[in-house]
């Protein structure tokens, strides 16, 4: 529960106004040993703390201040030890500069050990830390800006982004997962017939994909992935330039993986190493990680992949 002061001020673990007057502030530093810091008032008491908060108890004022339960604040603290502290260690968050920040996502990012979706979540928790401690100054203001998703507009696909395209193009070489964004925009197809491709459905010899079905990513009471027949398949043809691309993206894939069969149906081409049909947040995850790369002002989402055929 928050805690206030009789002036309505938030106190933040550690702070407590005294009796005689002022504030005091105690902590442990990384060494286990105790230390107290004292101010005539609040703000005053925040700039001292500057001079020796570590990282560590940074995150753990940040994470006193969310109401969770014990496993959520273990996950939390898992990725922060194991990712975030690991890399800046016992360095005072003074010390801690905006290239710092940079280096450390550059090589969060180029870490091929380390999944989308646990680099997505890394970054979601770095962010969330020293964004609040910029807010509630315990840091610079200017490190908002570093987090540029804030400012993130909200990219659509369409037949016009050339742009986009030359981006996705160079991007899944190394990350397949973007391969069925590509071909959306490509054939201008929505991503529910994109997903639900099978490897039967598509003729290079007849330059044509047999659309016949469709994805539907939780629009049920299970909350499971369903596909679902067309009453009415439709042959999408494609030129001799779009064959090649096609043959390019499909057929280098990782490997043929036996997918999962779902609703009677098998032999889906875009599946995770497991077999499992990628989902939306496989995608996101993946576009999220592309904007960081890229330094892109705007976020393409799963939903963005339902583009207007008419622009």
């Known amino acids: 529960m928050p805690r206030y002061d009789n002036n309505g001020n938030e106190l933040f673990k550690g702070e407590s106004p005294r009796t005689q007057g002022g504030y005091m502030y105690r902590f442990t530093d990384t060494k286990g040993q105790r230390h107290s810091i004292y101010a005539e008032s609040l703000e005053t008491l925040r700039q001292k703390q500057k001079q020796f908060l570590s990282l560590e108890q940074m995150f753990q004022l940040w994470l006193a201040g969310k109401n969770l339960q014990n496993t959520g604040k273990a996950y939390y603290h898992t990725v922060f030890t194991t990712y975030i502290y690991t890399f800046f260690e016992d360095k005072p968050v003074f010390d801690i ?136 398949p439709v042959r999408v043809p494609f030129n001799e330039e779009i064959k090649k691309v096609l043959k390019d993206i499909l057929f280098p894939m990782p490997e043929r993986i036996l997918s999962v069969p779902i609703d009677g149906f098998y032999g889906f081409i875009f599946v995770s190493k497991s077999g499992r049909l990628l989902t939306r947040k496989h995608i996101n995850n993946s576009l999220r990680l592309m904007a960081l790369r890229r330094d892109m002002s705007e976020l393409y989402t799963w939903a963005s992949l339902s583009f207007d055929n008419n622009k």
Request: aromatic residues 12%; proline residues 2%.
């Open 97 to 232: 500069a905006i290239a710092d920040i940079k280096t450390f996502q550059v090589k969060i990012l180029n870490n091929s050990d380390i999944s989308n979706e646990r680099k997505v979540e890394v970054f979601q928790v770095c962010q969330s830390v020293f964004l609040w401690a910029a807010r509630n100054g315990y840091i610079s203001e200017d490190y908002t800006d570093l987090f540029q998703n804030r400012a993130w507009t909200r990219g659509r696909f369409h037949k016009a982004d050339s742009q986009i395209l030359e981006i996705l193009k160079e991007e899944m070489k190394t990350d397949y997962v973007l391969k069925p964004v590509y071909i959306s925009i490509l054939l201008k197809l929505p991503a529910e017939y994109v997903m639900g491709l099978t490897w039967q459905d598509i003729d290079l010899e007849k330059r044509e994909i047999t659309i016949n079905k469709r994805v539907s990513y939780y629009d049920n009471p299970e909350r499971k992935i369903c596909v679902y027949s067309l009453e009415r």
